[in-house]
């Protein structure tokens, strides 16, 4: 493998021990490998399996149906909200952890539609328009469009950085990405929201790839609605449960199109009729996956005595890092990073557009530098900064740059392919 350069060795050595958060690195379960890819699957916290056992063993195994009051599962959903909307900039009674993304991006659509078309009707104004992030990931549009064909509403695909212009006075309802997944590109939240205030819209926010990365801000921004996942850089383990916002002066009028039990004023009263509940478990609909949930809730304890702003700032230090890495590593022109230079438009991952970016991408796999590879040609590279340290960041850089160059790997050299080199 190419040889290390000494600057950038001795850097690494110091940022990683000026590092503020660098005790938070034992609290997740990790090895040799350089994990770049909390952007799509975050670490498991070292916490999670005793709790997950727990809950198994004594909760369901002892417990059973009692826990649902005895252990609080009942209102886990709420509970957990509040500490993912502490990370997000929410005020309590706003954010319920429930079902997956796809289907709070439906609720949240379909339910702002709603919102404005209600508050309209005695109005001039016929709002039946929802703007799209051209560029959005797949299931947000392809929800998108089912909302718009339930609401009578045509969608319009619109580049999330012209949104602000976009937004008119047909416009119900903007959904925006705050961070673009393949690019890493930040998009403007708070311009674009009083944009969309400004045209007497409202706008969906969706937070998958910024929560727990970046601050926010969704109260002090005026943000409507917010919809996120949980196991990117929360943690919270495969499939793990996601979130909804809705700001508390939206609440009263929140007309979720997925009607459930969970979220009627009277669960167990079993009436025909549906009667919403009053607050965030409007953003509830059937009966919640507790085990993921609380697997979830034990993640979130990696947060105790963490800012936003500190995690945002090594965020930034880690990718500005590897860039320079990159830089002096890799042979000028084989690599383009496709993510902002600039801070204020580049989230917390790196993307690098690369011919072979596939081939390349199952070598650095190979060899110890785990990121991800997204068609046809990005390199992506996913930096946590609860477990990320510039040491790694250095090195995944050089093993690319190795790989880059076919330089045979310590494992090829060794006869021993799949050892991390």
Not at 203 to 207: C, N, P, R
């Given at each position: 493998m190419s040889e290390p350069n000494a600057t950038l060795v001795e850097e690494a050595a110091k940022l990683d021990a000026a590092d503020e958060l660098r005790a938070k690195r034992a609290d997740f379960v990790l090895d040799d490998t350089v994990y770049l890819d909390g952007n799509s699957l975050g670490a498991l916290p070292a916490a999670v399996p005793a709790r997950l056992a727990d809950v198994v063993a004594r909760e369901w195994g002892q417990l059973r149906i009692r826990s649902w009051e005895e252990s609080g599962w009942w209102t886990a959903p709420e509970r957990i909200g509040d500490r993912v909307g502490r990370i997000v900039g929410a005020a309590a009674g706003q954010v319920v952890v429930t079902d997956s993304t796809s289907v709070n991006v439906f609720k949240a659509l379909v339910g702002g539609v709603r919102i404005v078309q209600a508050r309209d009707v005695s109005r001039d104004v016929s709002r039946d328009e929802i703007l799209v992030d051209e560029s959005t990931f797949p299931t947000d549009g392809y929800i998108a469009e089912s909302a718009a064909r339930l609401t009578g509403c045509t969608l319009r695909p619109v580049p999330a950085p012209e949104m602000a212009a976009a937004v008119g006075p047909r416009t119900a309802v903007a959904l925006v990405n705050h961070v673009d997944y393949r690019t890493g590109r930040l998009h403007d939240l708070p311009g674009t929201t009083a944009a969309v205030h400004a045209a007497g819209a409202l706008?969906?926010?969706?937070?998958c790839h910024s929560a727990g990365a970046l601050p926010v801000g969704l109260d002090a921004h005026g943000v409507d609605l917010a919809v996120g996942c949980t196991y990117k850089y929360l943690n919270g383990g495969p499939g793990s449960p996601a979130y909804l916002y809705v700001a508390r002066e939206h609440q009263p009028r929140f007309d979720s199109p997925l009607p459930g039990w969970n979220s009627h004023a009277d669960p167990f009263g079993m009436a025909p009729g549906y009667t919403p509940a009053d607050g965030a478990v409007r953003g509830r609909v059937?009966?919640?996956?507790?085990?993921?949930?609380?697997?979830?809730?034990?993640?979130?304890?990696?947060?105790?005595?963490?800012?936003?702003?500190?995690?945002?700032?090594?965020?930034?230090a880690l990718t500005d890092f590897f860039l320079r890495c990159v830089d002096t590593y890799v042979p000028a022109g084989r690599v383009e990073s496709v993510t902002p230079a600039a801070h204020e438009r580049r989230g917390s991952q790196i993307a690098l557009r690369c011919a072979d970016a596939g081939e390349v991408m199952a070598e650095l796999i190979r060899r110890g530098v785990v990121g991800d590879f997204r068609r046809p040609d990005v390199l992506r590279f996913g930096f946590t900064p609860l477990y990320t340290g510039f040491a790694d960041t250095e090195r995944a850089a050089r093993v690319l740059a190795a790989v880059l160059a076919g330089e045979a790997g310590e494992a090829d050299e060794a006869g021993a392919p799949g050892e991390v080199a």
């Open positions: 706008v969906v926010w969706d937070l059937g009966t919640p996956d507790i085990l993921s949930m609380l697997a979830l809730e034990a993640a979130l304890d990696v947060w105790d005595g963490v800012s936003t702003a500190a995690v945002r700032a090594k965020s930034l």
